[in-house]
């Protein structure tokens, strides 16, 4: 699982209640070749979708389930019109994994950059990890992230991601390209709960 991380050059915004700002271990990944180079099968009985343009409050919906138990909180504080416009964005996809009719997870694509995308989130909904899904999602959004003129892949995660979280991307065929420190907003229930503080 993995969430983007908040940079700005701006002065800091100030938080919701019920959020604040922690330091957390950041790993920044990339590769600059397609290790997949044939799009994966899906599941049986499992589709993905791309999402246009969802309304707010249903990407949030989904958005908070995904990320509840790795703390995502980046597009839960946004302004409303801020998000909207990231949606509706033409450098923004959206893709979700249905399975059975449901929805089982979803990836986003950044490609505001030139040349360059991000998976900027990715992951399932908690009834569907462990099924070998996030595996399939994952092969399918990097596959993705080629095609057009891709010349780079990126994407991070941190310590209160999955545990699993660096080795499954690395075996997929990023490299580490920088470690930070960075001050990032948790809800304030997240960190209660959390067992590893940074140090």
Known sequence: MLKRSVKTSSPTPRLPAGYERIPVRT???QMQANPVAEPPAPPAGCTVERW?????????KLFAA???AWGWS???IMKEEELQAVLNADATEIYRLR???????????D????GQAEIAYFGLLPAFIGRG??????????HRAWQGKTQRVWLHTCQYD?????????KAGFSVYDRQVEMQPYAEEFIRNSLTPCG
């Open 74 to 76: 980046g597009r839960l």
């Open 52 to 60: 246009a343009k969802p309304e707010v409050h249903e990407y949030r």
């Open 99 to 109: 399975c059975g009719g449901e929805t089982a997870g979803f990836a986003e694509l």
């Open 133 to 142: 899904l996030g595996k399939f999602l994952l092969s399918w959004a990097i």
């Open 27 to 29: 790993t920044y990944l």
């Open 162 to 170: 999955h545990p699993q979280a660096l080795a499954v991307y690395l």
């Open 111 to 114: 490609r505001s950059a030139a």
């Open 66 to 68: 995904v990320g509840r």
